[in-house]
């Protein structure tokens, strides 16, 4: 095998994308050190491994960190999206229950009635607010965003405890919708730039 | 194909320089350069305490490149080695100040270790 060949194989240490760009040149670099150099020597070879094992590790973990960053704002990109959701979405459930209130007042109203849909606003407006904090989130940070998705979750459990007035797609925003922003805001807390708290 | 990152920064942010990326700036500042002709002149400048190999080498171009301290001259062949197209390098103008900026920093602590006698005495 020559050392040519042994030198393309060290090579592969390297990231793809680096090895694309300068591979041709690094193997010419090494033809040169192979013209001026005894190959046959240990020391030649010492100085060759030296050179890949301190290199390519570094330019690894840089090819790594470029694509956590690209994630990053991938990442970002989905939170806005979840963001603008969130806020369409809180104002459509409370549009909803303005309409069953109009709806219920014209019988005879329960006390447990008037407290579930008032809860249940509050939990569309706290939802709102989550909304609104994940859209902001660069200057506010994730904590107000997921302190409003807690108090809306507990709202929306406790306006359907009270009376089932809710409709299926009103509980599944009202439910389903804190619990899935509450885990984006957990997990992806290495990778995201919505971290300013 | 490389993005510039930190245009508008001052040379000083640069600085401290690692070792082996001022001794290229410092290889480039006598012209355009390929690869192996900045490897020969940095063992030359060092007396053979600093070698370059091409892992390090291209390591580091690469990041000066990114960082807009170094740019790319084309393809050509050196007439001196062969005919194989060889990759040219060269300093910008921020590269030429940051090189500055550190030939300066490094200057001034000498001079400090030259106060204390440190450097420049012999030892009695």
Redo the contacts between chains.
């Keep these: 095998m020559t050392a040519e060949r042994i030198y393309r194989l060290l090579l592969r240490a ?1 990231p793809p994308d ?1 090895r694309a ?2 591979g041709r ?2 193997e ?3 033809r ?2 192979c013209q001026e150099s005894d190959v046959r020597t240990l020391g030649f070879w010492a ?2 491994f ?3 094992a ?3 590790p ?2 690894r973990l840089e090819a790594w960190r470029k694509r956590g960053s690209e994630n990053t704002q991938t990442v970002e990109a989905i939170m806005k999206i979840a963001g603008m959701l969130t806020v369409l979405l809180a104002a459509f459930v409370i549009v909803g229950a303005a309409g069953e209130w109009v709806a219920g007042s014209k019988g005879a109203m329960d006390g447990r009635y008037v407290l579930a849909v008032v809860l249940g606003v509050f939990a569309s407006v706290l939802l709102l607010g989550a909304g609104v904090a994940i859209l902001l989130g660069a200057r506010w940070g994730r904590q107000p965003a997921r302190l409003a998705l807690f108090a809306s979750l507990v709202s929306a459990v406790a306006a359907r405890l009270l009376f089932p007035w809710m409709s299926i797609f009103s509980q599944l925003v009202g439910f389903g919708l804190p619990v899935a922003l509450l885990i984006a805001l957990y997990w992806p807390n290495k990778t995201s730039t919505f971290k300013a708290a | 194909m490389t993005t510039k990152r930190g245009a508008g920064r001052p040379p000083e942010a640069y600085l401290p320089l690692p070792p082996a990326t001022f001794h290229i700036l410092l290889a480039l500042a006598d012209g355009e350069l390929h ?2 002709a900045i ?1 020969k002149g940095v063992a030359a400048r060092s007396a053979g305490t600093v ?9 580091a ?2 990041r000066l490149l990114e960082t807009g301290l170094v740019e790319e001259r084309g393809e050509r062949a050196d007439p001196e ?1 062969g005919d ?1 197209r ?2 040219y390098y060269r300093l910008t103008h921020l590269g030429l100040s940051v090189v500055r900026a550190e030939a300066r920093r490094l200057d001034a602590m000498v001079r400090a270790a030259r106060r204390k006698k440190l450097i420049g005495v012999r030892p009695a």
Excluded: C
Aim: positive net charge.
């Design positions: 390297y680096f760009e300068y040149d690094m010419l670099l090494f040169d050190q100085r060759v030296w050179d890949v301190r290199s390519a570094a330019l | 690869g192996y490897m070698r370059l190999g091409p892992g390090t080498l291209y390591g171009l690469k080695r194989e060889r990759r």
